[in-house]
T-cell receptor
Framework: DQQVKQNSPSLSVQEGRISILNCDYT??????FLWYKKYPAEGPTFLIS?????DKNEDGRFTVFLNKSAKHLSLHIVPSQPGDSAVYFC?????????????FGSGTQLTVLP | DVKVTQSSRYLVKRTGEKVFLECVQD?????MFWYRQDPGLGLRLIYF???????EKGDIPEGYSVSREKKERFSLILESASTNQTSMYLC???????????FGQGTRLTVV
């Protein structure tokens, strides 16, 4: 039972245009959401996060939007650059337990075409 | 900068071997995690540890064990490697109440 879903395995976008990556979750107890970027043969690197008390967080070219009622978040990259080509994972976390574990989606391969 | 270092980038082991994957972090983080990444499945949590000698099972602990004798080091053990454990293994750490986890570079394990 996947609690975090990324339904698009891949996305291609032209350089300079907007990339929109989507993520849905099922567990209403999640209160913190993150996006990670991963290049082949490297570990994931943290990109941006958002707390459930917000609906938007922006960092340079990257903006994350959270729609709690729809249990949906999205990552916008504007403008997209060829170096953004990577696999993007969304992740979610909830309070409680002995450590804040991250539950990941299956990832979306973004390809930015020059 | 946080550094999480995994001892090997690539490993090839035979079925039935005992395999040790080592991970070291230099940020005095309380929490350490082992994930595996498989195509179409994302990252799945195997085990995690929130303190020295403390460990908890993640979503897919079968066939694995872990050891945390020192705060900075977290080891993943495959007691008897099998071909379905061929995967990319990723170690991560996080500190205190922070949720952001920092990952190592990964170990690509092939079991033949």
């Amino acid at each position: 039972d996947q609690q975090v879903k990324q339904n698009s395995p891949s996305l291609s976008v032209q350089e300079g245009r907007i990339s929109i990556l989507n993520c849905d979750y099922t567990n209403s107890m999640f209160d913190y959401f993150l996006w990670y970027k991963k290049y082949p043969a490297e570990g994931p690197t943290f990109l941006i996060s958002i707390s459930s008390i917000k609906d938007k967080n922006e960092d340079g070219r990257f903006t994350v939007f959270l729609n709690k009622s729809a249990k949906h978040l999205s990552l916008h990259i504007v403008p997209s650059q060829p170096g953004d080509s990577a696999v993007y994972f969304c992740a979610a976390s909830m309070r409680g337990g002995s450590a804040r574990q991250l539950t990941f989606g299956s990832g979306t391969q973004l390809t930015v075409l020059p | 900068d946080v550094k999480v270092t995994q001892s090997s980038r690539y490993l090839v082991k035979r079925t039935g071997e005992k395999v040790f994957l080592e991970c070291v972090q230099d940020m005095d983080h309380e929490n350490m995690f082992w994930y595996r990444q498989d195509p179409g499945l994302g990252l799945r949590l195997i085990y995690f540890s929130y303190d020295v000698k403390m460990k908890e099972k993640g979503d897919i602990p079968e066939g694995y064990s872990v050891s945390r004798e020192k705060k900075e080091r977290f080891s993943l053990i495959l007691e008897s490697a099998s071909t379905n454990q061929t995967s990319m293994y990723l170690c991560a750490s996080s500190g205190g109440s922070n949720t952001e986890a920092f990952f190592g570079q990964g170990t690509r394990l092939t079991v033949v």
